[in-house]
């Protein structure tokens, strides 16, 4: 079985920094695209970042500017490093990954989610 887990959430100050890493482990034979997703209470879920394989990194206009998303593909890691945070990043930040267990058909998995709370 595939698990992706978070990690580096916590409670932090408006204007202070946090990094988030998504660890994936179990079968996994490759990733396409791996990403982080919030959910703020009473609000959908939304794409924050997206990575492909290949390093191309996608970004919701909120965040542009203040986050960077990055990958290491030798361990299967994302990382979202968040500066300048502000009280309405508040969420639970989810980690997302497309990937392959056995080619050539490919599968979204989802970690369990991690809180960032961020104090004005």
């Known amino acids: 079985q595939v698990q992706l887990v978070e990690s580096g959430g916590g409670l932090v100050q408006a204007g202070n920094s946090l990094r988030l890493s998504c660890a994936a482990s179990?079968?996994?034979?490759?990733?396409?695209?791996m990403g982080w997703y919030r959910q703020a209470p009473g609000k959908q879920r939304e794409l924050v970042a997206s990575?492909?394989?290949?390093?191309?990194?996608t970004y919701a206009d909120s965040v542009k500017g203040r986050f960077t998303i990055s990958r290491d593909n030798a361990e299967n890691t994302v990382y979202l490093q968040m500066n300048s945070l502000k009280p309405e990043d508040t969420a639970v930040y989810y980690c997302n990954a497309h990937l392959i267990q056995s080619p050539p058909v490919g599968m979204y998995y989802w970690g369990k989610g991690t809180l960032v709370t961020v104090s004005s």
């Open positions: 990575v492909t394989s290949g390093g191309t990194a």
């Open positions: 179990g079968r996994i034979f490759s990733i396409n695209t």
